[in-house]
């Protein structure tokens, strides 16, 4: 099976830095949000494109540890590695780097499953998760 | 014409500071949507009460101005104050002030249209407005 | 041992909801945060205490599970319960209810660890700590 | 005396969207931030160098007109002003438009004054600023 990944520089944002003056914990979820819509545009798999399918895709779990601190104008990298699973589940694992020292700043990973637009859970794979499996995932 | 005032008390979060160890600006639109709330509980005039009417009301201008800044712990009181017009618009006009010397931190205003569910700008006031305002602004 | 715990109802606001009329998932950071708050309030443990000690109390690891949507206007309570640990660590259990039937709408914890104010680790624990730990954990 | 501009182009993100669908209007200050850290990397005026001058610039006074809904992944470009004042102030305006059309979303202003490391206000113009102004404001 493949290996999808994909991954976006950024730059620490003013507002996004606390009063000991490092990136508060919060942010590091809308860091992870971003690393999603990237790996969403790279594979095809972005919120609006799901939501056009008929379903939604909610958080049902978000892990982060931190391990070294990001101040304001800092750059960092996020990598995004999506983690296969049977189930009716969207898995990704993240890794967060400093830059230019690519040490490691935080990791964490998300599980998202699939409702309808009634906002009831699929048990089974949606039918256009099960094709992008295919398409995407498969050696060929 | 009767004035319309609610006010609120808070207390600064510590997600709301910056690295200066103050309130960052972006806060205060907060602030004022919460004073927003209030004064909708108070006088009937939330945003699930316009959309259940059939109209959302969102801010076409937001101006604020920064008198003293707010740390973290700080206690602090907004008013908000409803400010007449015949025009199909609500105007909201905002004080924060810090507790307990009660000097005035922040002040402001906001004006907020009508639009269908469409988002189609309405010309003339909603037929709900025009009732909301013979009963809450109306001299017994 | 004595088991700690604080609670506080909140109303979600408007700008804690996202495009799905729901929660945003990041916004559960900030009301574990509050939490936090509302913690060191009762049991005399906030941040700025910490800080006066000398230490940063800053997150190694934060964990979200969601169970339940809420929406705009919803009601909810969080439960903050302190999880006793031998090492230099402040672990804190999570658990958010919907009001007012009391359903379980998510869960986490977090860790904190202690650095002083050059952003040292401290592997033993901080005197004022121990001495918190006695006052607040022993049974009388 | 010189015009000095700049730009940045960006993607609206899932949290920034409110339960109408759209932009929500608190996010603009973040878009009007991130402007003016587009114009400080570009005209060596940016927070950190201002801090390292002495200096804080915290915004007293910000104005936004919203014009046109932004949606989520819409995309959008803003420019931002350099509006010169002899006062000790900095003050810039901004305009965002939509991408590909170019029509204008939202317009607004913002005013910083300058404050030394002891919080108190420069009534005269930092010595530092004169040089800015020497070196990017005089035709040659």
């Known amino acids: 099976m493949k290996v999808l990944k994909s991954q976006k520089e950024f730059e620490i944002r003013f507002s996004e830095v606390d009063s000991m003056g490092i990136v508060w914990h919060g942010s590091y979820s809308l860091y992870f949000e971003d690393a999603r819509e990237q790996f969403g545009k790279e594979y095809n798999l972005g919120y609006l494109y799901i939501f056009e399918q008929g379903f939604y895709a909610p958080l049902v779990e978000l892990h982060l540890e931190y391990k ?31 830059l230019p020292d690519n040490n490691i700043v935080a990791t964490g990973y998300s599980i998202q499953v699939f409702l309808d637009k009634s906002f009831n859970l699929m048990w089974d794979l949606p039918p256009f998760i099960k094709e992008w499996r295919d398409t995407y995932l498969r050696d060929k």
Chains 1, 2, 3, 4 share one sequence.
């Open 68 to 98: 070294k601190p990001l101040k304001y104008k800092d750059k960092a990298r996020i990598e995004i590695a999506y983690r296969h699973t049977d189930a009716a589940k969207l898995i990704f694992d993240y890794k967060i780097y400093s």
